[in-house]
């Protein structure tokens, strides 16, 4: 693997300037579009279909990890929220432990976690 940067949980990308960047590996748990309540379309296309609490990658991978997680709990399935940013479970506590525990795991010694 050649990329050096991992982001597991890319969405719809909002948080790169270059969303095709070949450094980076965008992950992400779905693939979806949507066409938002104000006519803009929403395209969750990562280039690899994951779950960041396991990760199909090999210890100590990447150089850089840009971990942003779903972050809300109470949006509507169908809110433009929820489609945009992700829904985290009841579970969240658990799942953002084991999030963390993977982004740990794919990166390299001395690598960088941005939250």
Same mark, same amino acid.
């Given at each position: 693997?050649?990329?050096?940067?991992?982001?597991?949980?890319?969405?719809?990308?909002?948080?790169?300037?270059?969303?095709?960047?070949?450094?980076?590996?965008?992950?992400?748990?779905?693939?979806?579009?949507?066409?938002?309540?104000?006519?803009?379309?929403?395209?969750?296309?990562?280039?690899?279909?994951?779950?960041?609490?396991?990760?199909?990658?090999?210890?100590?991978?990447?150089?850089?990890?840009?971990?942003?997680?779903?972050?809300?709990?109470? !949006?509507?399935?169908?809110?433009?929220?929820?489609?945009?940013?992700?829904?985290?479970?009841?579970?969240?506590?658990?799942?953002? !432990?084991?999030?963390?525990?993977?982004?740990?795991?794919?990166?390299?010694?001395?690598?960088?976690?941005?939250?």
């Amino acid at each position: 693997m050649t990329a050096k940067v991992l982001d597991p949980c890319c969405g719809s990308r909002m948080m790169h300037f270059d969303r095709i960047n070949q450094n980076v590996v965008f992950g992400d748990i779905r693939t979806e579009s949507h066409i938002l309540c104000d006519g803009r379309s929403l395209e969750v296309a990562p280039d690899i279909e994951m779950d960041f609490r396991n990760m199909p990658f090999e210890d100590e991978t990447f150089h850089a990890v840009v971990f942003d997680p779903p972050h809300l709990l109470h !949006a509507g399935d169908k809110s433009w929220l929820a489609l945009k940013y992700g829904k985290l479970g009841q579970d969240w506590r658990s799942d953002l !432990a084991l999030g963390f525990a993977e982004c740990f795991r794919v990166l390299k010694p001395n690598g960088m976690l941005i939250f």
